[in-house]
């Protein structure tokens, strides 16, 4: 085994100008050039000596940048695919709602470090450079139906909020949220990321819906049951799902969805310097769901504590 250190100095110029994270960014790679030679117990009418010639390490991809909202400038190594936490204990309902997209669905392992999502930042801050905003991606998913009916069949492209979903009103954060709790579409992935369904592929989409946008996903509901329990149930409203849809569409407490990801983006991007374009997994607390059988024709899990 052959090892060095090699210490680098970022001057803290870039590939160009702000505000897009391309702009704020430069790869700096790095590796060894070295010429290894040995010296071994001479066998009678050899050398004692050998030289291999010269030859170069893999590299090792460096990237800094200066993204204002990420705070002061710093570094990392792109080939390490960071993973975003989810908070299993507190947040079952959006944590059912990602395994169970992650692991019986047409994108199944879609967010595993060995099958990453791919981040996007927010267009309105001009970090990327798109008319696609957050918020026109959602409204593709997420888009919510203006009529009066709350039961029965609904139709397949509007979001209607379950009259049944388990709100949490004692889920309050300590940040501005809508007071009480309220409705909230949860769709996986997220709006955050290339493989949003809501992202068409003109605009970069890596898994842009047809035509019906989010009522093409898996149509799930958070409500409590007879036992007072919570359960991610089918929402028979929809049509029944085949598990071979491309996302998943959630009607759920708005604190649980917003709190099961508050650290992502209040903390994990920033910590981590996720920009545009990088690799990123999120485990939704896989080892809760270990006993689960996903081969099984109807899904049909407990989340036990590790």
Not at 9 to 38: C, H, M, Q, Y
Not at 107 to 133: C, E, F, M, Q
Not at 220 to 243: C, I, M, N
Not at 266 to 294: H, S, Y
Request: aromatic share 10%; net charge neutral; with cysteine.
């Amino acid at each position: 085994m052959a090892t060095g250190t090699a210490s680098h100095k970022w001057d803290g110029s870039t590939n160009g100008v702000g505000p897009s994270d391309a702009g704020l960014s430069r790869k700096l790679p790095v590796w060894f050039i070295f010429n290894p030679e040995s010296e071994y117990v001479p066998v009678e009418g050899k050398d004692d000596e050998t030289d291999g010639g010269s030859a170069r390490s893999p590299g090792i991809d460096v990237r800094c940048d200066k993204v204002d909202s990420y705070g002061v400038p710093g570094c990392v190594l792109t080939q390490y695919v960071p993973e975003y936490q989810m908070d299993a204990a507190r947040y079952p309902a959006a944590a059912a709602h990602l395994w169970m997209v992650q692991n019986k669905s047409g994108i199944k392992g879609l967010g595993a470090i060995d099958k990453p999502l791919t981040y996007r930042p927010d267009a309105d801050n001009g970090r990327v450079n798109s008319t696609w905003t957050k918020k026109k991606i959602r409204s593709r998913v997420c888009g919510y139906y203006g009529g009066t009916r709350t039961d029965g069949y609904v139709p397949t492209k509007g979001f209607v909020p379950h009259p049944k979903t388990y709100l949490h009103p004692d889920f309050r954060p300590q940040v501005p949220l809508p007071n009480p709790d309220k409705v909230n579409c949860d769709e996986v992935p997220f709006a955050s990321a290339y493989e949003s369904v809501g992202l068409p592929a003109s605009a970069g989409g890596k898994n842009p819906a047809g035509k019906a946008g989010g009522g093409e996903c898996i149509q799930t509901v958070s409500a409590k049951v007879d036992d007072g329990s919570e359960h991610l149930l089918d929402d028979t409203r929809y049509d029944a799902p085949t598990f071979r849809e491309k996302c998943g569409r959630s009607s759920m407490s708005g604190y649980v969805n917003q709190g099961a990801m508050n650290k992502y983006g209040n903390e994990f991007l920033a910590q981590m310097r996720v920009i545009d374009g990088d690799a990123f997994a999120v485990d939704p607390g896989n080892l809760w769901f270990k006993g689960c059988n996903t081969g099984a024709a109807n899904l049909i899990c407990e989340m036990k504590k590790p």
